[in-house]
């Protein structure tokens, strides 16, 4: 079938719009039309390089649908099922999958990260050449053909633009704070970072019990997002960051640090800012080739932990459906997330407001 999809041709390129040619769903694969996909910056990481990935390709990972066709083998789902889309899929057998680490699975890694499905092939044609899927995903299209392990049923009463930013920002948060980290009542709790991400781990936070949350951004405008969201203290980023955060944790520092940007500079800040035995959660994406400098002394006096946060460790077949629970009972606040939607078309102009930072999460709803 002929589709409008979002396309990057390569590193350094702008997001066009075009046709392209999608096959049918193969064995264990579905169709589904997309009605929403997050504006993310993983999907930028591949305009500027950061991530590796074979061109052309059609981006979006963070999407919600409506499945129209289903191919050979599937047995979970049916033609009518509301989804939102996983970009970490599980097989359920392997290693991973069998520890509790379905984040981690390993089966699909590869073809997941080499742009193709399970069986190493596309299903997208540009220019009668074959073109990528971002995630086993490219949900930056009208139409998607997925894994069936790539979509989770969801309750229909939700709307999809909301539902679709469970598929990435929501869960990566609030997953880091409850499943990662473990926080308990009455910690401490400090967000470097309040894009889409760092407001669902303050959201994470708050539904952990943490007695404060500071959250720190070096856009002042963005106080007003964290104390939504359930800051209760605000910090801009600067020269005296770390003394304001130490007045406020009694001179240790806090039980928790989440840096949810990807910055080497904030990482390394990141751990100063958790007290002796606390916890620092890397949840933010760095450069491959970006180091971090962690000073092993520093952290073997002090007892501090360091843990890296993939998809918050969540299950996405356990905890898609929760999360959506939780913001039907008014527990999590996803509405005020959607700061502003797009057509396909503006993709561009959605990916320039998303890089001034002075928005919680755009969304192209079709």
Known sequence: ???????????????????????????????????????????????????????????????????????????????????????APDCGYCFYCQHGQTNLCETFTRPIWGGTMLDGTTRLQYRGKPTYHFCGLASFAEYAVVSERSCTPIRRDVPLPIAALVGCAVSTGVGAVIYTAGVRPGETVVVLGCGGVGLNIIQGAVLSGAAAIIALDNNPHKEALARQFGATHFIPSGANSRGDVLELTSGRGADYVFEAVGLPALQELGLRLTRPGGTLVLVGLSHVKEPTNLSGAFIARQGKIIKGSYYGSINTHRDFPLLLDLYMAGKLNLDSLVSQQYTLSQINEAYQAMLTGDVARGVVVF
Do not use: Y
Not at 12 to 28: N, S
Not at 40 to 67: N, Q
């Open 1 to 87: 079938m002929k589709i409008q999809a979002a396309i990057l041709e390569g590193v350094g390129q702008p997001f066009i719009l075009d046709e392209l040619d999608l096959a049918e769903p193969g064995p264990g694969e579905l169709l589904v039309r997309m009605a929403a996909s997050g504006v993310c910056h993983s999907d930028w990481h591949l305009v500027t390089g950061a991530t590796k990935h074979p061109f052309p390709l059609v981006p979006g990972h963070e999407g919600a649908g409506i499945v129209m066709d289903v191919g050979p083998e599937v047995k979970r789902l049916q033609p009518g099922d509301h989804v939102v889309m996983n970009w």
